[in-house]
């Protein structure tokens, strides 16, 4: 069984951080959005990978290489971005008839990932949402069959929503699915969907069964990935504990702190995540995820993203601020 979890999308939603830091490395719960991910995956018995990557692609390399040396890597270049349909093609190659697990990298849920991998049949994760029409939509029988799949319906028959997790068993007729829309130009949204190719397994006899996950971060937008974050937090145990040199400062727990922060004369949390190297003082943060090397004075946050080497000084603010950023709110 390989995995693959492509990551090639701008994150364009997460604007400014998303400049200069990919989507899945953004700090979470005291991890990141890509190792809550391989680990999971790890635990459950994977460990060969194929990240399929492009914007920003190279930090991704950097930080698989350097936090997951055992695992095999493969690193495959989706340059010209046409779709997760595309970029799951481009590992064809690598994959060859192996069984896969594809797990989109802004994708996190609690499910028995070691159930869907070893399961006779090919599988996909659903969810039940309100309003279907931004999603892939699963059409399913009272068997848990998949009867049908269509990506971002104006007109949805079903509110069962795919959330990025597709264990596939027919391989071959995956590829040869894609190849065909892709040869052919069918694109929906403008993209090679994969939902399309699915259908098209479908359509060819593939059996698919729907499997519901018991939870679903969204990690795509500030908002719900603050959101994520206090509740992983609380998931993860995270516990940071006051330590001396957290001088005149008070912990109000869920709270991830990194390495090497100098906090003082200051209150974090509840649901705060900071990166390490951080420097806090005179400072109220919560519910918040703050990057590493960042340094807070007199400044009162709630509900805000930090990006990395930041500095911010004065007054008390709602913030979504990228890296490399100095601002004086005196």
Same mark, same amino acid.
């Given at each position: 069984?390989?995995?693959?979890?492509p990551?090639?999308?701008?994150?364009?939603?997460?604007?400014?951080?998303?400049?200069?830091?990919?989507?899945?490395?953004?700090?979470?719960?005291?991890?990141t959005?890509?190792?809550?991910i391989?680990?999971?995956?790890?635990?459950?018995g994977?460990?060969?990978?194929?990240? &399929?990557?492009?914007?920003?692609?190279?930090?991704? @390399?950097?930080?698989?290489?350097?936090?997951?040396?055992?695992?095999?890597? /493969?690193?495959?270049?989706?340059?010209?971005? @046409?779709?997760?349909?595309?970029?799951?093609?481009?590992?064809?190659?690598?994959?060859?008839? *192996?069984?896969?697990?594809?797990?989109?990298?802004?994708?996190?849920?609690?499910?028995?990932?070691?159930?869907?991998?070893?399961?006779n049949?090919? #599988?996909?994760?659903?969810?039940?949402?309100?309003?279907?029409?931004?999603?892939?939509?699963?059409?399913?029988?009272?068997?848990?069959n998949?009867?049908?799949?269509?990506?971002?319906? /104006? &007109?949805?028959?079903?509110?069962?929503?795919?959330?990025?997790?597709?264990?596939?068993?027919?391989?071959? #007729?995956?590829? @040869?699915?894609?190849?065909?829309?892709?040869?052919?130009?069918?694109?929906? /949204?403008? +993209?090679?969907?994969?939902? *399309?190719?699915?259908?098209?397994?479908?359509? !060819?006899?593939?059996?698919?069964?729907?499997?519901?996950?018991?939870?679903?971060?969204?990690?795509?937008?500030?908002e719900?990935?603050? +959101?994520? !974050?206090?509740?992983?937090?609380?998931?993860?145990?995270?516990?940071?504990?006051?330590?001396?040199?957290? +001088? !005149?400062?008070v912990? &109000?727990?869920?709270?991830?702190?990194?390495?090497?922060?100098?906090?003082?004369?200051?209150?974090?949390?509840?649901?705060?995540?900071?990166?390490?190297?951080?420097?806090?003082?005179?400072?109220?943060?919560? !519910?918040?995820?703050?990057?590493?090397?960042?340094?807070?004075?007199?400044?009162?946050?709630?509900?805000?993203?930090?990006?990395?080497?930041?500095?911010?000084?004065?007054?008390?603010?709602?913030?979504?601020?990228?890296?490399?950023?100095?601002?004086?709110?005196?």
């Open positions: 069984m390989k995995a693959i979890i990551l090639a999308g701008a994150g364009t939603k997460l604007r400014p951080h998303t400049y200069t830091q990919p989507k899945a490395l953004i700090p979470l719960a005291g991890k959005v890509l190792s809550i391989v680990d999971q995956l790890r635990d459950a994977i460990n060969e990978f194929i990240f &399929i990557v492009g914007y920003l692609g190279e930090k991704i @390399q950097d930080y698989v290489k350097a936090n997951y040396p055992t695992i095999t890597a /493969h690193f495959v270049y989706q340059n010209d971005r @046409q779709g997760i349909g595309h970029a799951v093609r481009l590992a064809s190659n690598i994959v060859a008839n *192996d069984e896969i697990l594809i797990v989109l990298g802004d994708t996190i849920c609690d499910y028995d990932v070691s159930a869907v991998i070893n399961s049949t090919s #599988m996909i994760g659903v969810r039940k949402v309100d309003d279907p029409r931004s999603f892939g939509v699963a059409e399913i029988d009272c068997d848990a998949i009867t049908h799949l269509v990506e971002k319906p /104006h &007109i949805p028959k079903s509110n069962m929503a795919l959330v990025g997790i597709y264990k596939i068993k027919e391989t071959e #007729m995956l590829f @040869q699915c894609l190849d065909v829309n892709i040869k052919q130009g069918i694109k929906t /949204h403008g +993209e090679y969907s994969i939902t *399309d190719a699915l259908d098209c397994m479908i359509k !060819n006899g593939a059996h698919v069964n729907a499997f519901k996950v018991d939870s679903w971060f969204d990690c795509g937008k500030r719900s990935l603050l +959101e994520s !974050n206090a509740t992983l937090l609380k998931k993860f145990g995270a516990k940071a504990e006051l330590r001396p040199e957290y +001088e !005149n400062t912990l &109000i727990q869920p709270v991830s702190i990194g390495k090497g922060c100098t906090i003082k004369n200051s209150i974090v949390g509840p649901n705060a995540t900071i990166g390490d190297d951080t420097t806090i003082d005179f400072s109220i943060v919560k !519910n918040s995820i703050i990057g590493s090397f960042s340094n807070l004075f007199d400044i009162v946050l709630d509900d805000s993203l930090i990006g990395s080497d930041t500095t911010i000084r004065g007054e008390t603010r709602s913030l979504n601020i990228g890296d490399n950023t100095d601002i004086d709110l005196g």
